[in-house]
């Protein structure tokens, strides 16, 4: 049973404009939700976290949203750039132990 | 610190082989984590231990598969014997376990082709 799940395999936005990447979780004892980025043969980065205190995490071009009444978290790139090109998977954990991740969304940024 | 460090990059082996995966997690680190990708289901979380012990195995998806932490640098993942359906690339993460925000730290994986 996957807790954590990225229902849009794949998105394509023009540059300059916003890229919404969603994630939902089943588990609403998960306290920390993070997100990942992939480029292919490189494992995945750390891009941006946010603890279930709080409802929004903002670094640079990037925003995460976390809506707890819904189990769902968004990222939010804005202005989208080519470079931003790759898979970005969600994550929940809970007291920082395990890690569940969503199956991944493809964003392709096109120039 | 180099990150965490898994070997080999890449692996073709033959069915029904024996296939062993190594990782080396950042030093300090307490929590290993091992991770299948494969296109049809993403990341799926294999084992994680803590200081050295399994905690959940739950994730291993059958008994050909083994893993091993013999010390607080080094962990292992065998498949034997491997199958075709084994072929993904396996991801090895550490995390530091405590009170504060923290990140898995992931190694760069491992690609596994069985034929």
């Known amino acids: 049973d996957q807790q954590v799940k990225q229902n849009s395999p794949s998105l394509s936005v023009q540059e300059g404009r916003i890229s919404i990447l969603n994630c939902d979780y089943t588990?609403?004892?998960?306290?920390?939700f993070l997100w990942y980025k992939k480029y292919p043969a490189e494992g995945p980065t750390f891009l941006i976290s946010i603890s279930s205190i709080k409802d929004k995490n903002e670094d640079g071009r990037f925003t995460v949203f976390l809506n707890k009444s819904a189990k769902h978290l968004s990222l939010h790139i804005v202005p989208s750039q080519p470079g931003d090109s790759a898979v970005y998977f969600c994550a929940a954990t809970r007291n920082f132990n395990k890690f569940y991740f969503g199956s991944g969304t493809k964003l392709n940024v096109k120039p | 610190d180099a990150g965490v460090i898994q070997s080999p990059r890449h692996e073709v082996t033959e069915m029904g082989q024996e296939v062993t995966l190594r990782c080396k997690p950042i030093?300090?680190?307490?929590?290993l984590f091992w991770y299948r990708q494969t296109m049809m289901r993403g990341l799926e979380l294999l084992i994680y231990?803590?200081?050295?012990?399994?905690?959940?195995d739950s994730g291993m998806p059958e008994d050909r598969f083994s893993a091993k932490m013999p010390n607080a640098s080094f962990s292992t993942l065998k498949i034997q014997p491997s199958e075709p359906r084994d072929s993904a690339v396996y991801f090895c993460?550490?995390?530091?376990?405590?009170?504060?925000?923290?990140?898995?730290?992931f190694g760069q994986g491992t690609r596994l082709t069985v034929v």
């Open positions: 588990n609403s004892m998960f306290d920390y």
């Open positions: 993460a550490s995390s530091l376990d405590s009170l504060v925000d923290t990140e898995a730290f």
């Open positions: 030093s300090g680190h307490n929590s």
């Open positions: 231990f803590n200081n050295n012990v399994p905690i959940d």
